[in-house]
C-alpha cells in the first residue's frame, strides 16, 4: 500500500470529509492530515492568545484613564469644586476613546470563534454594567453630589472588575513564555492601581486639610500593597525591565513622594496639613504612575513579540511536520529493511534471521531516543515556568478570599483584614499563604464571637 501523500505547502489541507463531491463519499482519514491538522489548531489556539493580548492592553488603558480621571474627581471634589475643575473634564474626555475601544474589543472577543470562557464573559458583562454607570457618576461629580471618598470608591470598584478580568486572561494562558509576562503584567497594573488610589486619597487629605487616623492607615495599606507587588513583577519580568525600574528609584521625584508620603504617615489623628502641598503631592504621585504605564507598554511589545514568535514556531513546525512525514516516507527505519529482506526467499534461512536480531547500542538509531529526552527535558522546563506563574495567581485568590472571609464574618475592612492576616504571618512566623489557606480552612463558629481586632502599628513606608 503507497504511502499517504504529504501537501507541500504550509496550509492545512482540506478534511478529508470535505474533499470532492458533496454527495461523494469521504476521502480515508490519512495521518497526514492528522498531524497538520494539529499544528493549525495550534497556531490558531495561539493567534486567540494574540488576540486576547490586544484585549488586555485595551483594558490596561482604560484603568490608566480612569486612574487619572478618579484623581482630578477627587481633588475636584475635596476642594469644593476650587481645583482641578478643567482637569476633571479633560480626563473625562481621554476616557471616554478609551471606554469606545473597550467595549469594540468586548464585541469581538465575545464572538464564538474566540472562544470565550463563561467566566470571561460574566466578567465582561460585569464590565460593561460599570462602564454603563460611569456618565451618570460624571454628572454627580460635576454638581458635587457627591463625596471625593465616594467618588474615589465608584471608580475604584470599576477598575477592580476590570483588573479581575485581566487576572482571568492570565490564569487562563498555557505557554509559560507569555504566561510569566502576563503576571508581571498584572502585578504592574496592581501596583499603578494602588498608586493611583493613593494619589487619590492623598490628594483628597491634603486637599481637605485634615488626616485621620483611618485616612493615614489607608495610605500604608496601599504603600504596602504597591511593595508586594512589585516583587512579583521583579520575579516575572526581564532583567532589562526591572534594572530599568531600579533606575527611575533614584529620580529627584522619588525622594520627595518619600517626603511627602512621610507627612501623612507621621500625622497626628485630626492634625492639620499644609493644603498647599497638594500640587506637588499630585505632581509627584502623577510622575511615579507614568513610569509604571511606561513599564506596562514596554511588557505589552513583549507580550506581543512573544505572541509573533510562538506563531512562527508553529508555523516552522508545520513545515518540519511535512518534512518528517516525507523523510519517513522516502526512508523508512532500518529494521523495516531488514523485516522485508526476512521474508526475501534469496536469503538462507540463518541469514534472513540474524537481520531481525537486536541493533547493538550505539548503532544507527540513537537519534530519536536523543529527540524524546530532549524534548522531554524542554517540556520539563516549560511547566516548571508554567507551574511558578500559576502559583503567583493562585497566592493572590487564596489571600484575597482569605481577606474577603475576615471581612464578611467580622465586619473588618479590607485594610484591617489584610493586617490581620499580616500580623499572624508574622507572629508565627509562618507564609502569608499558609495563613490566608488556615484562615479558608476555620469553620463558621470559630468566627462566632470575635474580639475587637487591635490597630497595628503603620510601617513606615522606605
Known amino acids: 500500500m503507497p504511502p499517504p501523500a504529504v501537501p507541500l505547502s504550509p496550509s492545512l489541507p482540506p478534511s478529508p470529509a470535505a474533499s470532492g463531491a458533496p454527495d461523494a ?10 498531524v497538520l491538522r494539529a499544528k493549525q489548531s495550534e497556531i490558531d489556539a495561539v493567534r486567540h492568545l494574540a488576540d486576547r493580548v490586544a484585549l488586555v492592553d485595551a483594558t490596561g488603558q482604560l484603568i490608566q484613564a480612569l486612574q487619572r480621571e478618579r484623581g482630578a474627581s ?41 472562544a470565550p470562557t463563561a467566566r470571561m464573559l460574566s466578567l465582561m458583562a460585569w464590565a460593561l454594567l460599570g462602564l454603563d454607570a ?63 488610589q493613593e494619589r487619590a486619597v492623598g490628594a483628597l487629605l491634603y486637599a481637605s486639610g485634615r488626616c485621620t487616623d483611618a485616612d493615614r492607615q489607608r495610605v500604608v495599606h496601599l504603600i504596602d ?9 521583579a520575579e516575572f519580568a526581564d532583567a532589562q525591565l526591572r534594572e530599568r525600574w531600579e533606575r527611575e528609584q533614584l529620580a529627584p521625584g522619588v525622594a520627595k513622594l518619600e517626603r511627602l508620603r512621610r507627612t501623612l504617615c507621621a500625622a ?3 492634625a492639620a496639613l499644609d493644603s498647599d502641598l497638594i500640587d506637588a503631592w499630585f505632581a509627584v504621585c502623577s510622575e511615579r504612575i507614568d513610569v509604571l504605564q511606561q513599564l506596562q507598554a514596554a511588557l ?61 547500542p550505539g548503532g544507527e538509531s540513537p537519534s530519536l531516543l536523543d529527540l524524546l529526552q530532549a524534548q522531554s527535558a524542554r517540556l520539563a522546563g516549560m511547566e516548571a515556568e ?30 484591617a483584614a489584610f493586617r490581620a492576616l499580616q500580623k499572624t504571618s508574622m507572629d508565627q512566623n509562618r507564609r502569608l499563604l499558609d495563613v490566608a489557606e488556615a484562615t479558608l480552612s476555620l469553620p463558621d463558629f470559630a468566627f462566632g464571637a470575635p474580639a475587637a481586632p487591635a490597630s497595628p502599628t503603620p510601617s513606615r513606608p522606605r
Not at 225 to 233: G, I, M, T, Y
Not at 388 to 411: D, F, P, Q, S
Request: charged share 25%; proline share 7%.
Open 268 to 270: 497626628r489623628p485630626d
Open 300 to 360: 505589552v511589545e513583549r507580550l506581543r513579540a512573544a505572541c509573533a514568535a510562538l506563531i512562527a514556531e508553529a508555523r516552522q513546525d508545520l513545515r518540519d511536520s511535512q518534512g518528517l512525514l516525507r523523510r519517513l516516507r522516502d526512508n523508512p527505519p532500518p529494521r523495516t529493511h531488514a523485516v522485508d529482506r526476512f521474508f526475501d526467499g534469496a536469503l538462507a534461512p540463518e541469514e534472513a534471521a540474524a537481520l531481525l536480531a537486536p541493533a547493538p
Open 134 to 196: 460611569l456618565e451618570p457618576l460624571r454628572l454627580q461629580i460635576g454638581r458635587r453630589a457627591l463625596s471625593a471618598q465616594d467618588a474615589v470608591a465608584a471608580y475604584s470598584h470599576l477598575i477592580a472588575g476590570l483588573l479581575e478580568l485581566v487576572f482571568h486572561m492570565a490564569d487562563a494562558v498555557p505557554q509559560p513564555a507569555v504566561s510569566r509576562l502576563l503576571v508581571a503584567f498584572l502585578h504592574l497594573v496592581q501596583t499603578q492601581e494602588a498608586a493611583g
Open 25 to 34: 463519499p469521504p476521502q480515508p482519514l490519512t495521518a497526514s492530515w492528522l
Open 386 to 415: 508554567l507551574e511558578a506563574a500559576r502559583r503567583a495567581l493562585h497566592e493572590r485568590k487564596v489571600i484575597e478570599r482569605a481577606k474577603g472571609v475576615l471581612m464578611a464574618r467580622l465586619g473588618m475592612s479590607e485594610d
Open 74 to 114: 477627587s481633588i475636584y471634589l475635596a476642594s469644593q469644586g476650587a481645583r482641578f475643575a478643567d482637569a476633571r473634564q479633560a480626563t473625562a474626555e481621554e476616557a471616554r476613546p478609551a471606554q469606545a475601544r473597550l467595549r469594540a474589543a468586548f464585541a469581538q472577543h465575545a464572538e464564538p470563534a474566540q
Open 225 to 233: 500593597a504597591q511593595e508586594r507587588s512589585l516583587r512579583v513583577f
